[in-house]
């Protein structure tokens, strides 16, 4: 399963030998703030490459590269509206200039409000970073998949495999189906490793190699990005994300020196035979790739809140890697290609797998143990298959997903993912920023649902958080008749009975309360809330199957608000309770 970066030949930069891309991860780090370098705009349609130039959004220079070449630590470049195609056969532009830790990162992000793209549609990348404290923002980077074929990589993959022995590779026939994305890595043989490299907000797709990649860097950070079928007629066994052989810039093992979080990463697959095996592998969604190659990578490495799905290789996995955890992460039908699974820890070390949802293909493995030491995998959700490895927490069952076929992977309210995670490694926010927990606990996968009550569900076939306040006696957890999932609360009305929970407003706002209520009692069953312990709303509910009732309240932040279902005592009087939300 390991990728491969393969080599090509330049005649135009540098002269030397410039690595291809596997794909690559981040270390995400907040960003420190510098005194303001130079900043310079660029415009494809309107700007000239010349002194006098570059220094205005109204006289803009017209190629990246060229404000590329100028950068010092601290200064911002702005890409502005536009289509930008390469300026060699290497990439669109080529980093070779560092930010510094004292100066601050040299910036490549979209002009506010702009959309620029990037398309190499001959070259062996789009953006290659040869350089530390760099930092690329915003832009779109669209490959030229749309014009290829299958035959088109299967042709240069022969060609490749015959000319190979003989060193009598045309590289530039082979160049068109191997171009990547974003590929991060020393130049040639150089032994200044890059680190320090962000790369956010990007849309990577359609690029016939890998997405985004690293080989020999360090300090990652692959944030928030969407990186989309990609790899697919490649020779060289790439993948959306990867870090490969990541190198040490520095002895620090105790915060997390490469992240990749907060991620849409899906449909990346390799149709074409890697050349190194003549067989199939990888197209992984992300891969955090041979950390344990001599010598050995000692940094930690994290990967959290992604959402991959429908990758042709693993949704996520750590192979021949050490000290990685992938946390609260959620996957979804990958291995379309190959039988790899969602995700999963092989040939490594010391690996934490917490908190993640993983839905298989039927048929298709959902995980993997193979030839790992002090691997823990625990607090997971499966769903269609059986893992080869779990852990006492985890759980079997389907994690409600909102609209998986539409790429929704929140969960609805019955979801045995919501509350019942550890908050060992859980990060404080989750896919799209919100904070992390809401509720009584962690919610498992990518995404944590925005609902301040406990237990909602009673999925934990328990009241929790849930205090009986009136007829306790007659207050009981029931797994039949649920409105989702499988267990409700039910009353038993031998005497006026009353459940509450207590929550705190997370923010000054209306909040919506909700509860799907069943019961035979003709009236007077009623859902309610207070607020700091006075009553704001409250509603009736009538017999007849689960009806759901529903209101609005007004909260400031801090506030205490008491959501409560009462019933009258009524002689063989029954109420179910399932689903309660406020948010």
Avoid at 481 to 501: E, M, N, R, V
């Amino acid at each position: 399963m390991s990728s491969e970066f393969g080599f090509t030949k330049s005649t135009k930069i540098i002269g030397i030998l410039v690595f291809l891309l596997a794909l690559c991860s981040g270390f995400v780090v907040s960003n420190p703030v510098y005194a303001a370098g130079q900043t310079y705009y660029v415009d494809i349609d309107t700007g000239v490459d010349a002194s006098g130039y570059g220094t205005s959004p109204s006289t803009p220079f017209k190629n990246i590269q060229y404000a590329a070449n100028l950068t010092n630590p601290g200064d911002t470049v702005y890409v502005m509206n536009g289509t930008y195609y390469k300026t060699s056969d290497q990439a669109v532009f080529q980093i070779t200039r560092s930010g510094s830790a004292t100066g601050g990162y040299i910036n490549y992000v979209a002009y506010p409000g702009h959309h620029p793209k990037l398309k190499a549609i001959d070259a062996w990348n789009h953006i290659i970073v040869n350089a530390s404290y760099i930092k690329i923002e915003g832009l779109e980077i669209e490959g030229d998949n749309a014009n290829l074929t299958l035959s088109d990589g299967e042709a240069r993959y022969n060609h490749f495999v015959q000319n190979n022995p003989t060193g009598t590779i045309d590289w530039n026939y082979v160049r068109k189906t191997q171009t990547n994305g974003i590929y991060i890595a020393p130049v040639g043989g150089s032994t200044s490793y890059p680190h320090h490299v962000i790369i956010k907000n990007n849309i990577v797709h359609d690029v016939p190699g890998g997405g985004i990649g690293a080989t020999s860097a360090d300090y990652l950070t692959f944030e928030s990005n969407t990186v989309y079928n990609n790899a697919w007629y490649t020779f060289y066994g790439n993948s959306g994300i990867s870090i490969l052989t990541p190198k040490n810039a520095d002895s620090n093992t105790s915060t997390y020196r490469n992240i990749i979080r907060n991620n849409r990463v899906y449909n990346n697959k390799t149709l074409v035979k890697w050349w190194k095996i003549q067989d199939y592998s990888d197209g992984n969604g992300i891969i955090i790739d041979s950390t344990q190659n001599a010598p050995a990578y000692t940094g930690k490495t994290l990967v959290t809140n992604n959402l991959v799905y429908l990758n042709g290789g693993s949704g996520i996995h750590s192979f021949k890697s050490a000290d990685v955890d992938i946390i609260n992460n959620t996957a979804y039908n990958n291995s379309s290609q190959l039988n790899y699974g969602e995700i999963f820890a092989q040939s490594s070390n010391n690996v934490n797998i917490l908190n993640n949802i993983m839905v298989a293909r039927t048929g298709r493995n959902i995980n993997t143990n193979y030839s790992n030491t002090n691997v823990t995998t625990n607090y997971n959700i499966y769903s269609n298959g059986n893992p080869v490895v779990s852990g006492s927490y985890d759980i079997w069952g389907d994690p409600l997903f909102m609209n998986a076929a539409g790429g929704d992977f929140r969960v609805k309210i019955g979801s045995n993912a919501i509350d019942t995670g550890t908050s060992s490694l859980a990060p404080s926010t989750d896919y799209v920023y919100n904070t992390r927990p809401r509720g009584a606990g962690p919610d498992r996968g990518a995404y944590e649902s925005q609902n301040l009550i406990g237990n909602p569900s009673f999925e934990w076939t328990n009241l929790g958080s849930w205090a009986k306040e009136l007829n306790s006696a007659g207050i009981t957890v029931q797994n039949t008749g649920a409105y989702s999932g499988t267990y409700k609360a039910a009353f038993s009305t031998t005497a006026a009975t009353k459940l509450a929970q207590t929550v705190t407003a997370a923010a000054t706002k209306t909040y919506t309360v909700t509860a799907y209520i069943n019961t035979n009692i003709a009236s007077d069953v009623k859902l309610g809330a207070d607020v700091a312990g006075v009553n704001k709303g409250q509603v009736t509910v009538t017999p007849s199957g689960y009806k759901k009732a529903t209101f609005t309240i007004n909260a400031a932040a801090g506030d205490a608000i008491k959501v409560w279902i009462s019933a009258p005592a009524s002689a063989g009087g029954w109420v179910a309770i399932d689903d309660i939300s406020v948010e």
